[in-house]
Structures are given as C-alpha cells and as structure tokens.
C-alpha cells in the first residue's frame, strides 16, 4: 500500500489549492481514505475523510464549506481547498483506513503518505 500527497504550496488568505493523493494496492471498495493535517504544536487532525464503499464524506466544521473531497474512478483523491485562511497552514497528509464506513479517527489509518505543506500567507 502507497499513497502520495502532493499540490501543496504558498498561497495568499482566499486562495485556493488542490491537493493531490494518488494511492495505490488497494481500492476504495473496501478501504476509507482520509486528509489530515497537523500544524506546529498541535495534534494531527482529520480535516476530510471518504468512505469508497458507503460513499460518504465528513468534514470537519472549520473547512466545511470551503473544501471538498473528491474521487477518480481509479486510483487519485482530491481535496480542493479554497477561500483559505492562515489558520490552514499545516502539513497535509492522506492515509488509507482498512474498514467499510467513515472513519475520522487517525487510529483507524494504517496507511500514511508523506505530507505536502501548505502555507497561506500574505
């Protein structure tokens, strides 16, 4: 199992990003896939997790409105970001989670990518 991250960047407060994670050696029939992000000093934390196999997101309250998970039939996840505050600025992860539903815990992830920065700043 693999997943890699990537579209991060510098951005100025209201812009927007699309992240990138292409995954492989499993599929969404039976794996939930989630972005996370930690920033400095505090705790990692799900920001958008997708159930393949039930077909349901979650958002967390600060980015719900403002970012959407999405899927390729195959193998990429996004997550467009837009309107973006600095209080988005972490490292952004995807990790694949081996179970049916939505799962929002990081503890259900056995399967991380490496993490792409984003910074939004003026």
């Known amino acids: 199992v693999q997943l890699q991250a990537s579209g991060g960047g510098l951005v100025q407060p209201g812009g927007s990003l699309r992240l990138s994670c292409v995954f492989s050696?499993?599929?969404?029939?039976?794996?939930?896939i989630g972005w996370f992000r930690q920033a400095p000093g505090k705790e990692r934390e799900a920001v958008s997790c997708?159930?393949?196999?039930?077909?349901?997101t979650y958002y967390a309250d600060s980015v719900k409105g403002r970012f959407t998970i999405s899927r390729t039939s195959r193998n990429t996840v996004y997550l467009q970001m837009s309107a973006l505050q600095p209080e988005d600025t972490a490292v952004y992860y995807c990790a694949a989670a081996p179970v049916l539903g939505l799962a929002t815990e990081p503890h259900y992830y056995t399967n991380w990518g490496q993490g792409t920065q984003v910074t939004v700043s003026s």
């Open positions: 050696g499993f599929t969404l029939d039976d794996h939930g």
């Open positions: 997708l159930s393949g196999y039930e077909g349901t």
